[in-house]
């Protein structure tokens, strides 16, 4: 591998939290009686959790005052954190945990790039809290993405620059996060075709071919 270093985002690459959210989110959303689908649901990826309540209101923005939206994030929260205790090292794909043992053996540097601030907590469900060099998340920015904070700061943590580490991302915001910050950028899934992405990928470990 060309790169010194590799800066995972978590949710949609590491591991897959999305039917999680969307359960969450549908029953906040059911009990304030709030329409929710799959389809505002893809929309959030990426997305911190305060920006994915903009989406979620963007029909009616004056609904709630903020202390209600606060509230009900809150609520999209609690139930999330519960049905994520559902999750275990299981969750991990092969192809995901080969691709990490793999760059860690061959010394590369590892981080996690999230916009989400239970990213500590789902590392450690899954048993992954002890493999990376840095964890950069929705706690330690103040910009979410597409702002390139989050990989900025976790490449600045692996003391590279943006030019030596891979940003792998499977959200178009994650993509364009990357391209603002310098990065060169590996896209799974929605991000596989985006014209922004460097590399498409079809499955995680084929970034040890770049
Ligand atoms: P939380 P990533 C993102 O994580 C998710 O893709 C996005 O759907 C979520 O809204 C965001 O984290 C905030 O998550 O509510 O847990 O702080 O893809 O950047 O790892
Ligand atoms: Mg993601």
């Not at 969450?24 to 305060?50: C, H, P, T």
């Not at 996690?112 to 950069?136: C, H, M, P, W």
């Not at 391209?179 to 991000?191: K, N, P, T, V």
Request: hydrophobic share 40%; charged share 30%.
């Amino acid at each position: 591998m060309k790169y010194e270093g590799v800066i995972f985002d978590l949710d949609g690459v590491l591991c897959h939290t999305d039917a999680f959210h969307y359960q969450a989110w549908k029953q906040a959303a059911e009990e304030a009686g709030i329409y929710f689908d799959e389809k505002i649901n893809d929309r959030l990826r990426g997305v911190s959790r305060m920006e994915c309540m903009e989406i979620i209101l963007e029909k009616d923005p004056e609904r709630m005052t903020e202390k209600q939206k606060r509230d009900f994030a809150d609520r999209k929260n609690g139930i999330y954190r519960k049905l994520l205790k559902n999750m275990g090292p299981e969750d991990v794909s092969e192809d995901v945990s080969f691709t990490l043992m793999y760059l860690k053996s061959a010394g590369i540097k590892l981080a996690v790039g999230s916009s989400s601030k239970n990213a500590g907590y789902i590392l450690e469900r899954l048993g992954l809290d002890d493999l990376f060099d840095q964890v950069t998340d929705g706690n330690d920015i103040r910009n979410s993405k597409p702002d390139p904070e989050v990989f900025l700061k976790a490449a600045e943590g692996l003391g590279l620059l943006p030019k030596q580490c891979l940003v792998v991302e499977d959200a178009r915001a994650g993509v364009d996060a990357a391209a603002a910050g310098g990065f060169e950028c590996a896209g799974i899934g929605d991000a596989a075709a985006y014209r922004k992405t460097t590399w498409s990928l079809k499955r995680v470990s084929d970034i040890l071919m770049l």
